[in-house]
């Protein structure tokens, strides 16, 4: 079993109370937990489960919308799932067969995701990055980044995407079940929707923090990313 508890040092402890912070001031005081089994759930989500029993498993959400998630692969259904329209919590994803294969989290609205005890939503991306980082070299976990630059680990089926909110950027948590985890950390060949790459990104030096980059024109055709 992953021990992220073996990973403490003062400086996990440091950008503990940092993040925080931080997730008062973002979360409010009632954010739920929801617990990463890596693979195979996350919270009350199991992957393989079909829109409606998805639905069935959110009672304090409702269906906001859906849409094509990616421009390439039509059939890829995206249903957000949220407490309002302006309060979108979760991003569910379902393939061809109808299977729940990806999930996001909301980083300003949606469940604080923990693996571990490692919290994972709306935490400060540098804070997060080094703890991954510090682990890899460890060898407790093999992280890799993908083409846009974002961390994460193909055999958690996770990657660490950020998103800006009203009180700064910050982590939004992208998971993916086991038929569904081989390369996921590569925004190219992995099968995470197009959607859930788009907009802001880690920052690098040579490296926009926007994607599309300005001036650059994606090959989508009619498709328009809807977020």
Known sequence: MLRLSTWGSAYEQRCEMAAAE??????GPTRPVW???PLESIGPL???????DVAALLPGMIELRRFQADPHYPHILGAQFGVGPEAPCVYTYFDDAGRLFCVAVDAA????????????TSCVPADLEQILVDASRSGTLDVSYGPRGNPGANGLGLVVRVQET???VVTRPVLVGRDWAD???DDWEGRIPECEWVGRQWSYPGHSEHWPPPGY??????WQPPF
Not at 22 to 27: E, G, H, I, K, N
Not at 46 to 52: D, E, H, P
Request: charged share 20%; hydrophobic share 40%.
């Open 166 to 168: 009203a009180d700064g």
């Open 35 to 37: 617990v990463l089994v």
């Open 46 to 52: 199991r992957f393989g489960t079909c829109l409606n």
């Open 183 to 185: 390369r996921c950390v």
């Open 109 to 120: 609205w949606g469940p604080q995701v923990t693996l571990d005890g490692l919290e994972l």
């Open 217 to 222: 024109a994606p090959n989508w055709h009619d």
């Open 22 to 27: 931080l997730r008062q001031a973002v979360d």
